[in-house]
């Protein structure tokens, strides 16, 4: 895919264009300035609409833009609570203080909710686009809603691959080491995050990257997949039914104290 292009909305451009040059110049990317339509300014190119409080990633001819906003995990704050404990988080149960390495962090929602618990989360994000719209995003912490305005700020993000990245750490370096592949099936509740999937990494992880993975996590790795994956039995994970749920979560102990 394309290096994304930068330009402003049509409404109030040059109002909100030294944030888009300033943006742009940030990240190493082109500026466009606005002529016109959206499609003829940027040409057919992925791009980030930037200005208006908000920043908005397009896929090249896509009317649908990526946004950031942390829906999900507000309501799955909200459960927990009202006492109910998420099932990711029943999966870390020394997950305050504890250092996580999150290897797919994608639109931020489980990192939120795992810091929002108390966590250190290390995140990587292998791309570039998605990178900066959520390092953007997360740099602007101070302007989130409460509750994630604070545990957004312990939150490293750095663009990476997370196969090169396990190479770089010593053994049981995290407490606790997640993964949240791109589902083989998207889930049909899940549009508003359908333009994730133009800019997203859809590697696959095999059994060399999940005992990496392993030597890094002091406590467990953790997987979530849709419910029908076959990469729970493949890559030997016990598994954690949820019924009704569209995915499931698996683990594999690494501590002595949990196997």
Known sequence: MDIPVVTTGRKNAERYRPYAEDFAHRYGLEFCERHGSFSNTVRARPAFLAG??????????????????????HLRVHDQQNGSLDPLIRLMPE????????????????????????????????????????????????????????????IKLINARAEAF???????????????????????????????????DHGEPDLH???????????????????????????GFKRLYRKHASFHYGYIDCGDELK
């Open 209 to 235: 990257f999940i005992k990496e993975a392993e030597r890094v996590a002091a406590s467990r790795l953790i997987l979530k997949d849709h419910y029908t994956s076959s990469r729970f039995d493949q890559l």
């Open 166 to 200: 396990l190479k770089t750490c010593e053994d049981n370096q995290f407490d606790y080491v997640y993964l949240d592949p791109m589902f083989d099936k998207p889930v049909s509740s899940s549009a508003a995050i359908d333009p994730l999937r133009e800019f997203a």
């Open 52 to 73: 208006g409080g908000s920043l908005r990633l397009y896929a090249a001819e896509n009317t649908r833009p990526l946004t950031f906003h942390p829906s999900s995990a």
């Open 95 to 154: 997950i305050s203080g504890a250092d996580v390495l999150d290897c797919t962090f994608g639109m931020g929602s489980d990192s939120l909710l795992m810091a929002w618990n108390g966590a250190n989360i290390t995140a990587l994000e292998s791309s570039w686009p998605i990178y900066i719209l959520m390092h953007e995003s997360i740099d602007m912490a101070e302007k989130l809603d409460a509750p994630f305005n604070d545990a957004a700020k312990r």
